[in-house]
Nanobody, 121 residues
């Protein structure tokens, strides 16, 4: 069984910063990519940032230059540093992992439980 546990998030004023962290644990053989998605009320879940096992990153246009994703390959963790936050960044942020399980060697996608980020104006 695989778990993604998120931490961070909370309430911050516009212009402020937050850091989200996510740790993957359990029966993991390898992780292809980890990332962060977000879902605001009434909107679809969207990709925020993603980092591959090779270190390639991609970001949503709306966060480029403000957010930075990083990964600790030894610890199976991924962080999202969010600077210059805007009210429109308010959403539930979900950690995502594209990985291969250790027992059955099956490639699957896993999600964290979500963490609320609220940016006040």
């Amino acid at each position: 069984q695989v778990q993604l546990v998120e931490s961070g998030g909370g309430l911050v004023q516009a212009g402020g910063s937050l850091r989200l962290s996510c740790a993957a644990s359990g029966s993991i053989f390898s992780i292809n990519a980890m990332g962060w998605y977000r879902q605001a009320p009434g909107k679809q879940r969207e990709l925020v940032a993603r980092i591959t096992d090779g270190g390639d990153t991609n970001y949503a246009d709306s966060v480029k230059g403000r957010f930075t994703i990083s990964r600790d390959y030894a610890k199976n963790t991924v962080d999202l540093r969010m600077n210059s936050l805007k009210p429109e960044d308010t959403a539930v942020y979900y950690c995502h992992a594209d990985l291969v399980t250790a027992l059955l060697k099956v490639r699957s996608a896993y999600w964290g439980q979500g963490t609320q980020v609220t940016v006040s104006s």
